[in-house]
């Protein structure tokens, strides 16, 4: 039999083929919009719909992506099954979820320090929380050097237990070798080169080294993650050094003022000074409290000083 001699099907005995087609063409001329409680069927239906108008055939159809953006959207429409309620799907149904893992954590806490004629006090929080949970009340950041040397690290804190392991390490080896403590500024400059070493993969930590130099003044060196750095009368890092620093600039640098005196900082006014700022630091940042370390950097040598703070 010729295929022109073959007789017509009657409607109900359309073959599958001519019931695609024609239902393709009908469903091509309605709004495309995502359809919900249908499922494709068949390993190619399932390729087309990861790539994109809508195919089907019968009550299986597939919708595929008119926009790149309601990608995510149609996929989900074709694939929710029938009889299932969006509402009731675990929170993973909203979407593809993939917890990475981060090299860095931040741990809170603030530093700051004060340069004066002949001392330097650094001074730090003792809390160590990540988030809104409280690791340890007793955590001071400030970490002693040499005799005139303090740093404060704040930030995350295994960075800041890293990097101080290798500067102690750093300072013994240049005790061996020359019979002589490493100055404040050649410490300063030593941290600069180990932070920009590991400039692609930085230390999440901010440093402040207060000290004296070798005339005997105080001195202060605040550093950014990857190694610069400058000499500064003051500074304040961590989580609140914006509340910090611009009572810092006004108290001590004396800017914004007009017809006042400017008169050396005392010891006296700086321990002051930053025993009222960290307390109002701790009414206002969560991430600071408990308790204030401060250390005072004398020609005597260093002296360290506790004050508490709320611990709420």
């Not at 160590?128 to 409280?134: K, M, V």
């Not at 061996?176 to 080169?193: Q, R, V």
């Not at 005339?215 to 910090?244: H, I, T």
Request: glycine share 8%.
């Amino acid at each position: 039999m010729f295929p022109w001699e073959r007789k017509p099907l009657p409607r109900c005995q359309l073959s599958w083929k001519s019931w695609r087609r024609l239902l393709t063409v009908r469903l091509r001329r309605l709004p495309l919009e995502p359809v919900t409680g249908v499922r494709p069927s068949g390993r190619k239906q399932r390729r087309e719909a990861g790539s994109g108008a809508i195919s089907g055939r019968g009550r299986h159809l597939v919708v595929r992506q008119q926009e790149r953006s309601s990608g995510v959207l149609a996929y989900l429409a074709a694939y929710s099954g029938p009889g299932r309620d969006p509402a009731m799907e675990p929170h993973s149904a909203a979407g593809p979820l993939q917890l990475r893992f981060s090299p860095y954590a931040f741990n809170g806490g603030t530093v700051l320090a004060i340069a004066g004629e002949d001392f330097s006090i650094v001074a730090s929080d003792t809390r160590l929380s990540e988030g809104f949970s409280i690791h340890t009340r007793d955590s001071p950041k400030c970490y002693k050097l040499t005799d005139k040397t303090v740093i404060g690290c704040s930030g995350f804190h295994g960075d800041c237990l890293t990097l101080t392991k290798i500067i102690e390490a750093r300072l013994k080896m240049y005790k061996h070798s020359n019979n002589k403590a490493m100055t404040t500024g050649a410490i300063a400059a030593m941290l600069s080169t180990i932070l920009y070493s590991r400039r692609f993969f930085p230390y999440y930590v901010y440093n402040i080294i207060g000290g004296l130099d070798e005339e005997g003044k105080g001195a202060v060196y605040s550093f950014d993650p990857v190694g610069s750095y400058q000499r500064d009368s003051f500074k304040a890092g961590g989580s609140a050094s914006a509340m910090l620093q611009p009572l810092l600039d006004n108290q001590v640098g004396f800017k914004n003022m007009q017809n006042v005196e400017h008169v050396p900082l005392s010891l006296d006014r700086a321990m002051r000074l930053v025993k009222d700022v960290f307390i109002s630091a701790a009414e206002r940042d969560v991430y600071t409290g408990d308790a204030l370390r401060i250390c005072i950097v004398t020609k005597e040598g260093i002296r360290e000083e506790t004050v508490p703070l709320r611990k709420d």
